[in-house]
């Protein structure tokens, strides 16, 4: 469990009422990682929704050729800043989260347990709806994102 505090701090948070704070607070957990560190995995269960505290992360996906041990590429499409949140599948359906992520210094995240999320989510309507509505509108900058990214890519290809 984390301080309430912790995630007032984060424009995602900010409008939360106290008591939602400390629910939210109550299933979420501070973690570390070192300069290079896988954080989350491409194809994995998406099982927390986390916010970079401090550090940064590269997101990419990794392309691979069957028979071809050349052609294993990793994509690189985007950077997750502190404050931003990252796993934002744990609360889209089917949960499986859709890129990879490694650090690119010491980081600090904090890691909400997606089910346990989902469940509040379930219980209290407004919270769902203001947690949604960021995750929403993170999901398409970051569609957008993607798709300079791979525009970019074609150019130079």
Known sequence: MIKPELLRIHPVFSSLTQAQLK???????EKTFETGELVFSEGS??????ILMTGGIDMFFTIDIDQQPKFHKEFTFGTINPADMFEISALIPPHILTSSGRTTKPSRIISIDGESLRQLNLQDQKLAHKLVYQVSKLAVQRLNNTRVHLAAASVHA
Do not use: G, W
């Not at 269960?45 to 986390?50: G, M, Q, R």
């Open 23 to 29: 629910e939210v607070a109550a299933i979420s957990t």
């Open 45 to 50: 269960p998406a099982d927390a929704l986390c």
